[in-house]
């Protein structure tokens, strides 16, 4: 029964697909012209007035609490802030969780190259990065309270540019020199 279900399913997503592909039409000459879909602009142009936004990663505990999952998301304008309401929004945090303020300081003690960033040998790479991030937050949750601090930690560190975050909560430290780690680990 399920897999005459599935194979239904298949069938009317590949129909309908094959619905909403465009046709061709030839004219005399036997060439073949593009036909324009209903309502549809022939160039498609990027609107001007859309802000421009900046791509995060932002990191979530599964749902069995085993691990970190990573998504990506994109926000207006890059600050604390804008990554604590995503962390709200993707259940890590509290609604009215606030973030009270965020520092980063220190020349990191390596400047070797890491995954993920390509740098030409000999070159001198630009770099924002800082050894350490302090995220000062109005409240954190009690649940899951390890998993959640380092889900916030890796998007802090991969948003903000830190090695090592160190989280508080009004005034008292909840999480030291935490570092980034793999998602899905």
Do not use: W
């Amino acid at each position: 029964m399920r897999k005459a279900i599935m194979c239904f399913i298949g069938a009317m997503m590949i129909l309908s697909l094959a619905a909403c592909t465009p046709t061709t039409e030839k004219g005399k000459t036997g060439e073949v012209k593009q036909t324009q879909a209903a309502g549809g602009v022939a160039d498609k142009n990027p609107d001007p007035t859309a802000p421009e936004l900046d791509v995060v990663s932002v990191y979530t505990v599964s749902e069995d609490g085993s691990k970190l999952e990573g998504t990506m998301d994109a926000v207006e304008e890059l600050n604390e802030q804008a990554l604590v309401d995503l962390l709200i929004q993707y259940g890590v945090l509290a609604e009215g969780t606030q973030a009270v303020s965020f520092t980063a300081e220190g020349e990191p003690a390596s400047k070797e190259v890491g995954p993920g960033m390509v740098a030409a040998p000999g070159a001198e790479a630009e770099s924002n990065l800082k050894e350490y991030g302090t995220l000062e937050l109005n409240q954190f949750p009690e649940d899951q309270k390890e998993m959640k601090l380092q889900a916030v930690a890796n998007t802090f560190i991969e948003n903000m540019d830190v090695v090592y975050m160190t989280i508080k909560v009004n005034g008292e430290v909840a999480a030291e020199n935490l570092s980034r780690v793999d998602a899905g680990k």
